[in-house]
């Protein structure tokens, strides 16, 4: 399998445009969050496709709820992939709180979740999500773009938080 092409987001002009995908580094309560998709029989980190017209943050949140249950959490975009010429949004999410049925997730493509202390090894997609984290892990510009995401209305909540405001 062919290893994705980084860039920051300071790299892209217009980062968003483009975005068919979006993948969401996940962490509740300082573990990861890995999720195991029955199509492809692998743990993985929650993501998927966006949807016509929907932004990759939009994308994003509906995702993490739908693969995890997760209904507030905060989402920190940090990078882009290009893997076979299809760009992806790379997200740092940290989920506050899942729905009450907790972990009974709302899509029949995920099979199970897990927190983890450290990724797994054979992953889905080779060594694309190590290579996310690892991209995280080193992220010089964390805090600088937050959205907080709040699912437990009716409608999708987010407020976009930056470096030095307070939340």
Not at 94 to 108: G, T
Request: proline share 5%.
């Amino acid at each position: 399998m062919k290893e994705p092409k980084w860039f920051y987001l300071n790299e892209m002009e217009q980062p968003e445009r483009g975005i068919a995908f979006v993948i969401m580094v996940t962490q509740f309560q300082e573990k990861y969050v890995i999720v195991y998709n029955n199509k492809r029989k692998g743990w993985e980190f929650p993501g998927g496709t966006c949807e016509p017209g929907e932004t990759p943050l939009n994308a994003a949140g509906r995702e993490l709820y739908e693969e995890t249950g997760a209904i507030r959490f905060n989402l920190e975009p940090f990078g882009i992939y290009k893997m076979n010429e299809n760009l992806g949004m790379v997200y740092y999410a940290s989920v506050d709180e899942f729905n009450s049925m907790s972990f009974e997730l709302p899509n029949h493509e995920i099979g199970g979740l897990k927190l983890v202390d450290a990724l797994p090894s054979g992953m889905s997609f080779g060594e694309m999500f190590y290579t996310f984290l690892d991209q995280w892990t080193a992220y010089p510009s964390k805090g600088t773009i937050q959205y907080d995401m709040d699912l437990t209305g009716a409608l999708l909540k987010s407020k976009r938080c930056c470096k030095g405001e307070t939340r």
